[in-house]
């Protein structure tokens, strides 16, 4: 039964590793053969087995006989939930073109020659951006995005009522 409780306790280090090492052995067999497939397989054999010899007093091969198939189905929903992880991609981050045309509003006056900030929609969210405007901006007026100058930074009109 030390075997097997070893094996279980091999695999949770195993488990442990895999977060440190991350994508180690993730390109071998299409990530069949990954750290989280293997712990999973590890752990489950040797838990299963060393429940199997405390509570029913099979041997060895018979523990390993229970062990074996709880391993491998651990092993099989570490890869399927892996898999499923891997492929979670969110929507396209955000890029600067799509900036242009947002509406927005001023929450730091914009003068003529230097620069004042605006509260603009994007992907559903407000951002505070820098912003430019070729003629000064109150604070409070309603603005559209004529284009982007930086990350940071746009250049916005006035919406004309």
């Known amino acids: 039964m030390g075997w097997f409780l070893g094996l279980g306790i091999v695999g949770v280090v195993l488990l442990a590793l895999s977060l440190v090492f991350d994508g180690v052995l993730e390109g071998l067999f299409d990530g069949l053969l990954s750290l989280p497939v293997i712990a999973g397989f590890v752990s489950m054999l040797g838990f299963a087995g060393a429940i199997a010899m405390g509570t029913t007093g099979v041997g060895t091969v018979g523990a390993t006989a229970i062990g074996t198939p709880a391993g491998v189905v651990t092993g099989w929903l570490a890869y399927r939930l892996s898999r499923v992880l891997l492929r979670d991609r969110s929507g396209a981050a955000p890029r600067d073109d799509d900036l242009i045309g947002a509406p ?24 505070k951006l820098a912003a430019k405007s070729p003629t000064p901006v109150a604070r409070g007026a309603d603005v559209w995005v004529e284009g982007t100058l930086s990350q940071t930074a746009v250049s916005v009109r006035p919406v004309e009522r």
Do not use: N, R
């Open 104 to 127: 927005g509003s001023v929450v730091t006056a914009i003068p003529a020659d230097g620069y004042g900030e605006v509260l603009v929609h994007l992907a559903g969210q407000l951002v």
